[in-house]
């Protein structure tokens, strides 16, 4: 008598594979979804809102107020995948994202920009999303796989993010059609985006990657997480110097790229640049921090994550020289964006992949999450500044302080790589 084919269960190889690939392919349409929506209205907010009030420097709350939602909604969402699952924080993100977004178009119909400001702030729950996601990735990753997987799910994000700024004018024609006034469109349609990528997480991320991972690595008893507070980050920040480091870099990349970001619209704005070219320049932008990145995660397992950190230093210096120089030059102001994301991406796929290898399972959500606050405090404290320095020192002054950040920080961690290894 033949006996019946075994069924492989949920803790086998090959069924832990299996759902990783469902994993990867979920997160990845959603971040392709998602980046649609960040992209458009980061494409529009600090121009909406320097029309609206009439001043560069105000402008720069644009991405100090989408910055800062990341950051505030950064713990609620590590808060939720700690007690709920990845399904549950990311939900929560692409919800207020969405609210947001709804908030900042009736703004824009009001022609007030404080409370398109306090939109903004809600809108940057997309970007908590799409950070989170990229955490998501490595749960059910195998051991020097962390930053291969967590890159596919950040270039996943380039179709979106591409594509998102260069919608900007056809969905603002299409919002005017149907009676919105001009700019809101954009912001209905990036609604509807993250609507579509909430609805991608919560019916098709299934069984969830945090959850499992966790009911494999302690066992059923002992499957629930702890609480995902800062105490329980700082706590474990203490013991682990390396996850330390890896902070600090992502803070650093993620100031460097943002502020330098923010503020090229407005420099192009003010230059004489339409929507069509101020689209095209940060969709190559955008590029360069995505599409790279499975090339950056494969260098990062392969030659490890602290010599991609101190490559990604350098290429924002590069970028910072370039953005600085550029006087009315287009092409060289874009040529430097390409770089700044390169730079970006080194700093975010080979930071984030050394924060997971370096802190125990059931204490990732935590410190991701406090990492996530970490980045994006720095990006909005650096959209401030930058927007203070353009509006009285100029575009230049910019590059140059991003610059000197940049050098610094590659040579600190140089410094310290080295006297580990001797």
Known sequence: ????????????????????????????ATQIVSGVGVAVGLALSSVVVDELS????????????????????????????????????????????????????????????????AGLVLVGGGSAGSLAARYSATDLSPKGRSARHLSLVVWASTIGSVAGPNLAKPTDQIGMRLGLVEKAGPFVFAALAFAVAMALIFCLLRPDPLSLARSLNDG????????????TAWQTLRTTP????????????????????????VKLHHDGSNLDVIGLVISLH??????????????????????????????????????????????????????????????????????????????????????????????????????????????????????VMAALAGVWLTVIWRADRS
């Open 54 to 117: 009439g001043s560069t420097v105000i402008s720069g709350f644009a991405g100090t107020a989408t910055v800062l939602g990341a950051a505030l909604l950064a713990l609620p969402t590590a808060k939720a995948s700690g007690n709920g699952g990845r399904r549950a924080g990311l939900s929560l993100a692409y919800a207020a994202a969405l609210a947001g977004c709804l908030i900042s178009a009736l703004a824009i119909s009001l022609r007030t920009w404080p409370l398109l400001l």
């Open 286 to 403: 955008i590029a360069g921090m995505y599409v790279l990145s499975p090339v950056v995660g494969w260098l990062a397992d392969k030659a490890g994550k602290v010599p991609v950190l101190v490559l990604g230093m350098a290429l924002l210096l590069s970028a910072a020289t370039l953005a600085g120089t550029a006087g009315h030059g287009v092409w060289q102001v874009t040529a430097a964006l390409v770089l700044l994301g390169l730079g970006w991406s080194c700093g975010l796929v080979a930071g984030s992949a050394l924060v997971s290898e370096s802190v125990p399972l059931e204490r990732r959500p935590a410190v991701q999450g406090l990492s996530d606050l970490l980045m994006n405090v720095c990006g909005a404290t650096g959209t401030i500044v930058a927007g203070a320095i353009v509006g009285t020192l100029g575009y230049g002054v910019l590059g140059l302080v991003v610059g």
């Open 220 to 231: 059923p008893a002992t499957a629930r997480s702890p609480k995902g507070t800062i105490r």
């Open 242 to 265: 390396m996850a330390r480091r890896a902070l600090v870099m992502i803070a650093v990349s993620h100031t460097a790229m943002v502020s330098v970001m923010s503020m090229t619209p």
């Open 1 to 28: 008598m033949t006996s019946a084919p075994t069924t492989p269960t949920v803790s086998s190889p090959d069924r832990i594979r299996s759902v990783q690939r469902r994993t990867l392919a979920v997160l990845s």
